[in-house]
């Protein structure tokens, strides 16, 4: 098993922010329970960041299928370490949105100025508290 860390710029339409997240939230969770696949996702406003965890291959499958989705830019793994247990085992996926202290967390690591793997994480473990606090 895996646990990917990726981040990306929103490409979402100003005003539709919200239905689309919450379209974006209910299809996840949907096929995150029938992939095996359990994370978290954070959404700032202007970035996304998600913990995906699961088989290997289909978390690969899943961040290509991010990857290519329209609503994100710059898609960024962060990084992708082996795991023995979940860190989100009771959640297909927790969600956490609009919070400009955790963008300021992201942007780092889109935009190149991150020191790597301090900073993801350091955004591993505010996004572990964000998904414990819900």
């Known amino acids: 098993m895996k646990s990917l860390l990726y981040a990306s710029a929103s490409a979402l339409a100003p005003g539709d922010e919200q239905a689309e997240v919450e379209r974006i939230v209910s299809t996840a969770r949907a096929r995150n329970a029938d992939l095996g696949v359990t994370g978290t996702l954070v959404f700032t406003r202007t970035r996304f960041a998600q913990i995906l965890e699961g088989a290997d291959g289909v978390v690969d499958a899943l961040m290509a299928r ?46 190149g100025g991150g020191s790597g793997g301090g900073d993801a994480r350091q955004l591993r473990r505010l996004m572990q508290a964000l998904a414990d606090a819900s």
């Open 66 to 111: 991010i990857a290519r989705d329209p609503r994100h830019e710059q898609v960024t793994v962060v990084d992708a370490i082996p795991i023995d247990r979940r860190m989100f085992d009771d959640w297909t996926l927790s969600y956490s949105g609009g919070s400009r202290y955790v963008d300021k967390h992201i942007a780092p690591l889109l935009d």
